[in-house]
């Protein structure tokens, strides 16, 4: 390749950007984006506002940005503005995301104080995978109509739970505690009054477990729940799963497209699903939840099959395991509900962050304890507790291993096809040897999937809908 080809195939900041810096003076360097730069160098730049108007805030991705601090430091109740309004921003000047530079907008802007403690700091070129490093002197003027005030959170003071569930219980009851009015003393199933598990999943769970269930048996469950039965048999006669002839039964679903294995494993999703609604509220910018649960799922099928044989676990199992991954958002929702809000809020402030560092600051515990606490109260097997639990750790080798393992590197891939939310993270070859799958495999697998996102999408859209 000539040098000439070369310089047209690495890109460059917007040209907007690029003159604009011009204008100001600001000297900068274009370096690519990769894993490893230091959070305190990256400069976060998000825009919010209000009914005062729209407000540019600067932060250091080492922080989480707190908007309760944010309202006492500003008397105002500052939220992301609406996506499509900044989108509409950022497509006028060709940009893919904001930079951090005040003079882009016509807004006011507020930076974090210990972002001038960099010698140099990294901000978003507007261009995918690129970045600009600018020198302190020179970011700082121009800052020099902005406003420095102390909000951020550090991220180093944050420490989720990640890896001892036996204390999910007390941390569980530590943080309702702390959203009520008065001292709970009884035990945890009452304290946050979770709605029994609906008759039908019993049912289901029933047999789950009996090696003599027959797909008369399952058939004889589903169909004493109408809704549930609709759905299976829409599910089956979705184009996703390419059935010839029309699907008359359930038992025409099962035999013919579905099996059994696949359709007690959904119809336990969807009984779960009635059992805990969708909020209404929900973070901008987020893969719906049942479509995300999908997605997850269906990666997760063809990841367990990708496995060497000996070693794949129940595949319909990890199926359930890819549906439910995310059940603790859903139960967050049911048990905070007037601090779900603000945790929506938070995380669309903070795209730079698993959601897990926002739930253990503003709950002092994450979906993922909650949630797996909760398939243990129901009785759900072990490995889904496991899976839920233990699915952002990739290093947890630990009991039922695989399910985990498996979740983390579905989302994981998705996430690289922007799918999902929270920033991207790497897939370490460990996690991968551990289940006996190659790199270019995994890829194969979710590029096979997305293939039939459209199709995927309205399976999705049979599931729940906002209560």
């Known amino acids: 390749m000539t040098e000439v080809a070369l310089e047209t195939a690495t890109p460059h900041a917007p040209s907007v950007i690029r003159l604009l810096l011009d204008k100001l003076k600001v000297a900068y360097r274009e370096v690519p984006e990769q894993p490893g730069l230091p959070a305190a160098s990256r400069v976060q730049a998000v825009l919010l506002d209000d009914e005062v108007g729209a407000l540019l805030v600067l932060f250091p991705r080492s922080k989480l940005l707190d908007l309760q601090r944010l309202e006492e430091l500003t008397g105002r109740k500052l939220t992301a503005v609406p996506l499509a309004r900044l989108k509409q921003m950022l497509d006028k000047h060709h940009l893919k995301a904001l930079p951090a530079i005040p003079a882009l907008t016509s807004s006011p802007c507020l930076y974090e104080a210990r972002l001038l403690d960099e010698e140099t700091l990294l901000i978003d070129s507007g261009e995918t995978g690129l970045l600009l490093e600018i020198e302190r002197g020179a970011f700082q003027r121009m800052l020099s109509k902005a406003s420095a005030g102390s909000f951020g959170q550090s991220i180093r003071?944050?420490?989720?739970?990640?890896?001892?569930?036996?204390?999910?219980?007390?941390?569980?009851?530590?943080?309702?505690?702390?959203?009520?009015?008065?001292?709970?003393?009884?035990?945890?199933?009452?304290?946050?009054?979770?709605?029994?598990?609906?008759?039908?999943?019993?049912?289901?769970?029933?047999?789950?477990?009996?090696?003599?269930?027959?797909?008369?048996?399952?058939?004889?469950?589903?169909?004493?729940?109408?809704?549930?039965a609709a759905q299976v048999v829409s599910w089956a006669a979705s184009p996703y799963y390419a059935s010839p002839g029309k699907i008359r039964s359930v038992e025409d679903a099962i035999v013919r497209v579905l099996g059994f294995d696949l359709v007690i494993n959904l119809a336990l999703g969807l009984a779960l699903d009635k059992t805990l609604a969708l909020p209404k509220d929900h973070p901008q910018q987020t893969t719906p939840y049942w479509q995300q649960s999908i997605y997850t799922a269906a990666v997760i099928e063809g990841l367990t099959r990708a496995m060497p044989r000996a070693e794949r676990p129940e595949a319909g199992l990890t199926y359930l395991a890819g549906l439910l991954h995310n059940f603790g958002y859903l139960l967050l929702a049911h048990v905070f509900p007037p601090h779900f809000s603000l945790i929506c809020r938070h995380l669309e402030v903070n795209p730079h962050l698993c959601h897990t560092f926002v739930e253990q600051h503003l709950l002092g515990i994450s979906r993922e304890q909650i949630g797996a606490w909760l398939m243990n109260l129901w009785d759900m097997p072990e490995e889904l507790g496991k899976a839920l639990r233990f699915q952002h750790?990739?290093?947890?080798?630990?009991?039922?291993?695989?399910?985990?393992?498996?979740?983390?590197?579905?989302?994981?891939?998705?996430?690289?096809?922007?799918?999902?939310?929270?920033?991207?993270?790497?897939?370490?070859?460990?996690?991968?040897?551990?289940?006996?799958?190659?790199?270019?495999?995994?890829?194969?697998?979710?590029?096979?999937?997305?293939?039939?996102?459209?199709?995927?999408?309205?399976l999705a859209s049979q599931f729940n809908t906002p209560q």
């Open 157 to 228: 003071d944050i420490r989720p739970n990640l890896d001892r569930p036996n204390d999910d219980p007390r941390e569980i009851t530590q943080a309702v505690q702390a959203f009520t009015a008065r001292r709970i003393q009884k035990r945890l199933e009452e304290t946050i009054e979770i709605p029994p598990l609906a008759d039908t999943a019993q049912k289901i769970i029933k047999l789950r477990v009996d090696p003599n269930a027959s797909i008369d048996d399952i058939t004889g469950v589903v169909e004493t729940d109408p809704a549930l």
């Open 393 to 458: 750790d990739p290093s947890y080798d630990g009991e039922f291993a695989a399910f985990p393992n498996l979740v983390c590197l579905a989302t994981r891939l998705l996430r690289a096809r922007g799918i999902g939310s929270g920033p991207q993270a790497t897939i370490p070859d460990e996690l991968l040897d551990r289940l006996g799958i190659t790199r270019d495999k995994a890829e194969e697998v979710v590029s096979k999937v997305l293939e039939a996102e459209a199709l995927l999408r309205e």
